[in-house]
């Protein structure tokens, strides 16, 4: 046994070494190979039929036909020359054939190889182009997807230097379907203008920029926005016969939504705030840059503060749900924007789109709107926001009066510590009264020492204290008093994560693994305590929220879907870009959950139209309400965005209203 596996070894070592050599030898090696094969059988064909030949001559005349047959060379019989010319011509016919034959495969395979490359080039107008490939990658496809359904052909192009059949997988593996969007994905590198040309940005209607993760992600961000710019890329557009695009947003209108010209919008997130403006310089006129710490900075101490106004922001920037829209104002022209707000039953107004683009939020009720004015509101689609009446079914005498709130100071928590810790700090200060303190827990570093100092010395009002501990030891925990806290804000920690796992990279999805260890602990402190912890929790990757071992209903800031739902909105409606802007800083107009009993009396039955009457007399735009009672029910855990004017509810003292409000 050991001698026949030793032989067949040493037999394919010999076969390896005939097919290494020349071709000349390879095709007289397999020209025997055949006749070994053939000649045989051709006689024992000849020999086994049904009235072999009597002779020897016609024996091997017969046996030569058949080999002749079956080689395909004819196979003549008659004087020797005529059998030669008939075999060479045969060789040159077969010469003839298998070379159109390997030149056809030769030219269909180099192609197929090309297309599976990705190195074509997209033939497509008024499609979206994300340049680049990261996790957010997934959650953008997904919006942009769900914002196409309402159109009969859509098409997204994919540039990535990544395997382009590698993409195509991935995606349809996360994204189960892709209803009337086309996704072609193309391989290649995303700063290289000539390159660039293969996705047709020129004659698309949005371009999105991924930033990589990595330490120079943002740089890479920049040059991919220089790259866009270029004038090799411009040639190409020059080349290129580009229609109007007039549909900028998804109202159905270009008009008023920053999409003058023919040029894409162009959409970017930077890490770092201090590198946006050098992103904005490279974007041009055109482009919209975010900077996602600060984002989600703010977002966070706004949610800290203001239990439950994450999933108000997931519903509004989600594509399933309502939506800003800005429509035309139609009737509503030389009326005042106060009675704009009951002039929409299924729609909740916000603000007005003015001619040059400017976003006014929650303006004056006595402003009066224009012919170039755009309502913006607050609805389910483009075509839900139609005007009808709701001012009959507002009934005054439920209205109520709440007396001004003097501000209170406030303990707060901050649990864990990273880049964007500093600017948490900042925008709590922003926020903050007189004598609020801020407790910050994370492991001991001197960078972090030194930065809380400076936070605390810099920022008035609040009082910041360090405690040098470990945020995922238990000990530490019920050490704190939890509970006691106001409100208490969880950001992934670095320094939480085993060493092995952490690289060059301020954040990765593996810090989420200690945050997930805090949030188990601050769990079993609720349970223990019977006392429910105001808590604001921010992770990295999507996936691992679901993992969270918080209650239902807890606020989740997961940074990379929210700047990923950012940007398709922007992507959709320019304008957008200056609305955020407003609703996620301290100054101008936000977003609130205010006491249920500022505005209407409580335990009463009234209609929606009522509550947003109500919070016209107070300056304020009502866009919804949550429900203490249902607060732990999903899907949405009792909040209720744009519900109909004529909607009866009954609010009682530990409810709130949603409303777009100044200060």
Request: aromatic content about 4%.
């Amino acid at each position: 046994m050991q001698y026949l596996a030793s032989l067949w070894r040493r037999l394919q070592y010999r076969f390896d070494n005939l097919v290494s050599r020349s071709t000349s030898a390879l095709i007289g090696w397999l020209l025997l190979i055949c006749l070994a094969a053939v000649v045989p059988t051709s006689v024992l064909l000849v020999q086994t039929g049904r009235r072999p030949p009597a002779t020897l001559t016609e024996q091997a005349v017969a046996v030569w036909v058949s080999v002749g047959q079956t080689l395909k060379i004819g196979g003549a019989v008659g004087p020797p020359l005529y059998v030669l010319a008939s075999v060479l011509l045969a060789l040159v016919a077969l010469l003839f054939v298998s070379t159109l034959v390997s030149l056809i495969t030769t030219g269909i395979n180099r192609r197929i190889m090309r297309l599976r490359l990705g190195h074509s080039t997209v033939l497509e107008v008024g499609h979206t182009v994300v340049l680049g490939w990261s996790d957010q990658i997934f959650p953008v496809v997904a919006e942009l997807v769900s914002a196409n359904s309402n159109q009969s052909r859509a098409a997204l192009a994919i540039l990535a230097p990544k395997d382009k059949v590698e993409m195509e997988d991935e995606i349809s593996a996360r994204i189960t379907t892709t209803g009337t969007t086309t996704i072609v994905c193309r391989n290649g590198c995303t700063t290289d203008p000539a390159v660039l040309a293969r996705v047709s940005p020129h004659t698309a209607k949005a371009v999105l920029v991924l930033a990589p993760g990595t330490d120079d992600g943002d740089a890479h961000v920049v040059k991919t926005l220089l790259a866009l710019n270029a004038p090799a890329l411009g040639a190409a557009a020059e080349n290129t016969v580009r229609p109007d695009i007039r549909d900028r947003d998804r109202s159905g209108s270009g008009a008023g939504t920053g999409a003058k010209g023919d040029a894409a919008v162009v959409v970017a997130a930077v890490r770092d705030t201090r590198n946006r403006l050098t992103a904005a310089l490279a974007a041009g006129p055109r482009g919209r840059v975010l900077a996602v710490d600060d984002i989600v900075a703010r977002l966070l101490v706004q949610t800290a503060r203001q239990p439950g106004l994450s999933l108000v922001y997931q519903e509004l920037l989600d594509f399933a749900g309502d939506e800003f829209y800005a429509v035309p104002a139609d009737a509503l022209v030389g009326r005042t924007f106060g009675e704009a707000l009951l002039a929409y039953i299924t729609s909740s107004v916000v603000g007005l789109l003015r001619a040059d683009d400017k976003v006014v939020l929650n303006p004056d009720a006595e402003t009066t709107i224009t012919a170039d004015d755009r309502i913006i509101v607050v609805t389910r689609d483009d075509d839900t926001a139609v005007l009808e009446d709701a001012t009959p079914y507002v009934d005054a005498d439920a209205f109520a009066t709440a007396p001004p709130r003097a501000p209170r100071p406030e303990r707060l928590l901050l649990l864990g510590w990273n880049r964007r810790a500093p600017l948490v700090v900042g925008q709590l200060a922003s926020y903050a009264s007189a004598g609020t303190t801020l407790d910050i827990v994370a492991l001991e570093d001197a960078e972090t020492t030194r930065v809380a100092h400076e936070a605390a010395a810099q920022q008035g009002p609040i009082e910041v204290r360090l405690h040098c501990a470990d945020i995922t030891d238990p000990v530490v925990l019920e050490a704190l008093d939890v509970p006691s806290f106001d409100g208490v804000i969880v950001i992934a920690d670095p320094g939480n994560v085993p060493a092995d796992h952490l690289n060059s990279r301020p954040v990765r999805p593996d810090v989420d693994d200690g945050t997930l260890v805090t949030l188990l602990h601050l769990r079993a402190i609720e349970e223990a305590t019977g006392q429910e912890i105001s808590l604001t929790t921010e992770m990295s990757d999507d996936r691992n929220r679901l993992l969270a071992p918080a209650r239902e209903g807890a606020d989740f800031i997961v940074s990379g879907r929210l700047i990923s739902l950012l940007m398709c909105q922007i992507s959709e409606s320019p304008y957008l870009a200056s609305l955020f802007d407003e609703l996620f800083t301290s100054e101008g107009n936000e977003l609130y959950l205010r006491p249920a009993t500022d505005y209407v009396r409580p335990g009463g039955e009234v209609t929606f139209a009522t509550v947003v009457a109500s919070a016209r007399r107070r300056k304020e735009c009502a866009v919804g309400y949550r429900l203490r009672a249902q607060s732990t029910r999903s899907p949405m855990y009792g909040v209720r965005l744009n519900p109909d004017k004529r909607e009866p509810v009954r609010l009682t003292a530990e409810d709130w209203v949603i409303v777009v409000a100044e200060g």
